[in-house]
């Protein structure tokens, strides 16, 4: 498959990522507060250093995510998953095409109005 199934693109589950349209994620809310996210990254790109209060852990379903975590690159490709956890700073960089689930332990985005 070269992309996520069309019902798991509802428009009421998308993810307002502001001005960046080269990330186009969906959302679904745990009833303990968590997250899962599905990602597909259009074009190649950065996410900054960030730091979350919750776990979180992805699976890369195609593509390749490079995964910068305390000083290391660590390139993480389809089939791969990781985990990070709570306090644990992270970047990362992706190519176009890519496609990731994560799960996050806490509320991590918010839907588009």
Not at 66 to 86: Q, S
């Amino acid at each position: 498959m070269d992309g996520f199934p069309e019902f798991m693109k509802d428009k009421k589950n998308a993810i307002d990522e502001g001005t960046d349209r080269q990330i186009e994620g969906y959302m679904y809310d745990g009833a303990d507060g968590s997250q899962m996210i599905h990602w597909t990254c259009n074009a190649a790109g950065k996410s900054a250093e960030h730091v979350h209060d919750y776990d979180e852990y992805f699976i890369v379903v195609q593509g390749r995510y490079d995964l910068i975590i305390e000083g290391k690159t660590i390139p993480v490709k389809a089939g791969d998953e990781y985990y990070i956890p709570k306090g644990a700073a992270h970047a990362g960089e992706f190519i176009a095409g890519t496609r990731t689930i994560h799960c996050f332990g806490g509320k991590r985005a918010k839907r588009k109005k």
